[in-house]
Structure formats: C-alpha cells, structure tokens
C-alpha cells in the first residue's frame, strides 16, 4: 500500500528560488493537509483541502499555496524561498476528519 | 483558540514504565489521538480515544482521558528502546471542518 507518498525527501534550495512538494495519495481521502514541524513547535497546519478544487488556509499560510485539481493530488508550492521555510514538511490526509494518515516527510533547507 | 500542551523530554529506564501527559483546551474535541513518530519519518498513528470514553487499552497501551480536567495521558508498559520516539497528543475540535491540532511532541528516551 503508498498511502501517502511525499517527493522529495531532501530539497536544498537558495533564498528566491520557487519550488513545489509533491503530495498524493492513493486511498481516495478527501481530506488532504500540509503541516510544517520545527523543533519544539510540534506540527502547525499550512493550507488544507477538504475535496477536489477546494482549499484553505491554516495557521502559517504565508509564503505557501497549493492546488487540488484532483482528489489524489495536493501540490505545496513555495513562491520565494525565504531562510525561516527550512522546516520539515508532512503531507496528510485522511477521511471524514478521522485518523490522519502522514507522508514519510520533506526535510527543506533554504540559504 | 485550541491548544495542545506536553512537556518535550522524558526519560526512563527499559522495563519500566513511560507516561505521557497531555493537555487540552478545546473540550468539544470528539476525538484525541496519540502520534509516534522515529527518526527520520512521519507520525504513525499509536492509538487514539473518543471523547465520550474514560480509559482505552490496547496492549501495552493505556490511554486516560479526564474531560473535566481536559488531560490525557498516555502510558506504556514494560518500555523498550524501541519505543525511544517522539510522541504526538493531537485533538480534532469539532469545528465543522477538517483541523486536528498538534502538541509539540514529548521526546522519549528509554535508557537500556
């Protein structure tokens, strides 16, 4: 079983650059979420989508946006890489709001 | 607006016994979870309680909910090294939509 799988794993990027994380999943969800997670922070929610062609903002949307074009795929575009995104991002989903199913995880380093 | 609070570190020696304590503020939360997540990987769901439930056993798992108090705990018999992670309290308020909120994780260490 995928799940959820998460591209790519490591990303290096400098300071302006764009770049976009790739989320899909394969358990026909229509719950899907990107949370970033800092040390002693725990997991902060950046944008969700709770279907096909509907999303949200969540708590640290700045600097982020994505797209659900179809119900497997939730992409994470960053506009113009900024030092404070070098973070490890988690991609979600899961059904009806019940059990979150995570990706294994992108670690991100901007300079 | 909703938060979740646990401490970051805990330490105890393989064999004996590890809690994990949770604080809520949301108390229209219908579910409340428990996260690991190891080294270099995602959060793998541990185990989760509804919130019309007092107590649920699974294993080597206890978890406690007090909605009076708004705590949950999480304990674990008999610790491993494999159980060294770090552990994640979630809640989903029942807010209509789709937003579990995360505490910052309680590392765990288990000393051999």
């Known amino acids: 079983n995928a799940g959820v799988t998460q591209t790519p794993k490591f990303q290096v990027l400098k300071t302006g650059q764009s770049m976009t994380l790739q989320c899909a999943q394969d358990?026909?969800?229509?719950?899907m979420s990107w949370y970033r997670q800092d040390p002693g922070m725990g997991l902060r929610l950046i944008h969700y989508?709770?279907?096909?062609?509907?999303?949200d903002q969540g708590e640290v949307p700045n600097g982020y946006n994505v797209s659900r074009s179809t119900t497997e795929d939730f992409p994470l575009r960053l506009l113009s890489a900024a030092p404070s995104q070098t973070s490890v991002y988690f991609c979600a989903s899961s059904s009806a709001g019940n059990t979150i199913y995570f990706g294994e995880g992108s670690w991100l380093t901007v300079v | 607006g909703e938060d979740v609070e646990q401490s970051l570190f805990l330490s105890v020696r393989e064999g004996d016994s590890s809690v994990i304590n949770c604080t809520y503020t949301?108390?229209?939360?219908?579910?409340l979870y428990w996260y690991k997540q190891e080294p270099g990987a995602g959060l793998q769901l541990l185990t989760y309680?509804?919130?019309?439930?007092d107590m649920k056993q699974d294993q080597r798992l206890t978890v406690l909910l007090n909605k009076k108090d708004k705590h949950l705990s999480l304990r674990i018999a008999d610790t491993q090294t494999g159980d060294s992670a770090i552990y994640f309290c979630?809640?989903?308020?029942?807010?209509?939509?789709?937003?579990?909120?995360f505490g910052a994780g309680t590392r765990l260490f288990v000393k051999a």
């Open positions: 358990m026909n969800h229509e719950y």
């Open positions: 979630a809640e989903n308020p029942n807010t209509g939509g789709f937003k579990t909120i």
């Open positions: 949301d108390s229209s939360s219908t579910y």
């Open positions: 309680i509804f919130s019309n439930m």
């Open positions: 989508s709770v279907g096909a062609g509907i999303t």
